[in-house]
């Protein structure tokens, strides 16, 4: 059937010919170029169209979800500790010294009496408010010499990188101790040394985002139509810069919670009897014994925060692809 419908098309169009008559022509429909446009502009549901697809893909993920909850109960905790506990973290007890995990005492208690679930629960406000800190010191210096050596390149971009070298051949932790012990004790020069730690991550993963968004034809295009260097970075380059930012942030607040635990555990964080998850671990060091849940409960709730925020790490990471 479809080869003799062909064949009276041709015949038909042969036959217009000879007679002298002009058929219309079928002229090819051109299809729009997408190359010029940033990511996200011409999908549907507009520039927020990829963030609801890579919602929807998350959401379909269980333990992914699990993860999510466990560390908004992690940041609501930390802020609003009472929420979750009836115990005042430094109310002594003797008579309940060294309590076993029960329904009672959900972590136990410590050699003074004291609910170890309240003293961690509270443990996590100057533990989390310092790895935001240093969080914040991390992408806000990063960003800004990644932005500017992978914007400007040239002289600039080796002067930046080198020291940027510089930093990372130090080990982190190393870097943390020499300057919390220039800086001195407590939980805001911890929070300092390990956000200055981290800031090489972040600035060379902010640079070569930038190096890539730069080339782009979009970039070129807004370029040539007049737009201004500034106005080319703040609407192209850094939008579209983020992603790999963002999943390396979640990462490394798990890395900034890690090493303020372990500065703590050294005695750089808070004095007693400020309950800090470092010290509450460094603290039951004493009856790992008798009393083993005394650093075992606080160290297995700091490791499942972290790898809880490994793991969205990594599943923000898979989804970017």
Known sequence: MTEKLKDRIDISSSSASALGIDLPVERPVAKPDHSLTPPGATEPGGRWGPLRETTAKAVR??????????????GVSAFFPSWFSSYDPYRTAPV?????PSTTHLFG???????????TLYGSTLTIEAALIAL?????AGLTLGVISGFFS???DSVIMRFVDVLLAIPGLLLA???????????????IAVGIGIVPGFARTTRAEVLRVKTLPYVEAARAGGASWTRVLLRHILPNSWGPVAVLAVLDFGVAIISIAALSFLGFGAAPPEAEWGTLVST???FLVTAPWVSLMPGLFIAVTVLSLNHISKTLQELER
């Open 136 to 140: 914040a010191i991390a992408v806000v």
């Open 154 to 156: 040239g002289v600039t």
């Open 61 to 74: 993920r269980p333990l992914f979800v699990l993860t999510v909850l466990f560390i908004a109960f992690v």
């Open 109 to 119: 208690t410590d050699e003074m009496g004291r609910d170890l679930w309240t003293r």
């Open 96 to 100: 309940d010294r060294l309590l076993p």
């Open 177 to 191: 101790l020499a300057i919390v012990t220039a800086l001195g004790f407590g939980t805001v020069p911890v929070a």
């Open 284 to 286: 039951g060091r004493n």
